[in-house]
Nanobody
């Protein structure tokens, strides 16, 4: 499974960006799609995800500013980021998980840079 992410870039604080990610296939049984990020000097952390049939889950610091959504027909996941802050600067990775096994099979996109200037 290959994931192609797009939509990163540079923006001033308070601005918006929309990230998109498309998976090459869903045949392995997608259970969850979402976004993680790696901020400078930090470990990779969950930003937001959606399980099949579930409600979105958000890291507390992005709740009310970011919106994650899925288009299952397109095997796509999106992240609308509003009211961006300098601390949102990171490399953002999309992910899909599933396969009907535990631990879940997880696939990652290539990462897209988001830079927020003050």
């Amino acid at each position: 499974v290959q994931l192609q992410a797009s939509g990163g870039g540079s923006v001033q604080a308070g601005g918006s960006l929309r990230l998109s990610c498309v998976a090459s296939e869903s045949g392995f049984g997608i259970e969850v799609m979402g976004w993680y990020r790696e901020r400078p000097g930090k470990h990779r952390e969950l930003v937001a995800n959606i399980f099949n049939g579930g409600s979105p889950n958000y890291q507390r610091s992005v709740q009310d500013r970011f919106t994650v959504s899925r288009d299952n027909a397109k095997n796509a996941v999106y992240l609308q980021m509003n009211s961006l802050k300098p601390e949102d600067t990171a490399v953002y990775y999309c992910m899909v998980g599933g396969g009907g096994v535990r631990p879940m099979k997880v696939y990652w996109g290539q990462g897209t840079q988001v830079t927020v200037s003050s």
